[in-house]
């Protein structure tokens, strides 16, 4: 007798390839549970110019399932899941490197393999008129909000091939 192909359980992790936009590579653990946001709280980070994390508070570390020195000193790209179009983080870089705030809902990659979603706004930080890092403040988006971000990425994956 034969059995059709099941779907893993939503707390199953799978591991699947990933390359990242500065070349790197890694094997992703991957599962579907979602983190809860945490209630009331901020999620806020630093990064350098080239996008290494200097500064990331309790809630940050919280969520991520990494401490604060696994955080410090990583790429923020360790957070980036691969549900996530690479349009959206293309987007990000050019509208920071240009000066200007950029805005939007991300799904993060926690270090367990379970994810969690953002309202993300990201700034660059200016030292004597200077661009000398970017800082972004996550707050808690709307099941409404993550629902239509998930079907626009979904479309815009598939123009892409895949993440």
């Known amino acids: 007798m034969s059995f059709p192909p099941q779907s ?5 992790t799978q591991e699947r390839p990933h390359n990242y936009h500065d070349g790197r590579s890694s094997t992703l653990k991957i599962s579907q549970r979602e983190r809860p946001y945490p209630e009331g709280r901020l999620i806020v980070s630093r990064t350098d110019l080239n996008g290494t994390i200097t500064h990331c508070n309790d809630a940050f570390v919280e969520i991520s399932g990494y ?5 410090i000193g990583q790429p923020h790209c360790i957070l980036r899941h691969p549900d996530i179009p690479r349009a959206i983080y293309q987007d990000l ?3 920071l490197q240009a000066g200007k705030k950029w805005h939007g809902y991300v799904k993060n ?3 367990d393999g ?3 979603w953002v309202y993300a706004t990201a700034v660059p930080n200016r030292r004597g008129g200077e661009v000398v890092g970017y800082s972004s403040v996550r707050r808690e988006p709307s099941r409404s909000k993550i629902a ?4 626009r990425y979904k479309q815009m994956l598939a123009t892409e091939g895949g993440a």
């Open 148 to 151: 239509e971000a998930e079907a």
């Open 93 to 95: 870089w050019s509208t």
């Open 8 to 12: 893993p359980a939503p707390d199953a």
């Open 109 to 111: 990659l926690c270090k």
């Open 114 to 116: 379970s994810h969690y």
């Open 67 to 71: 401490t604060r020195d696994e955080l």
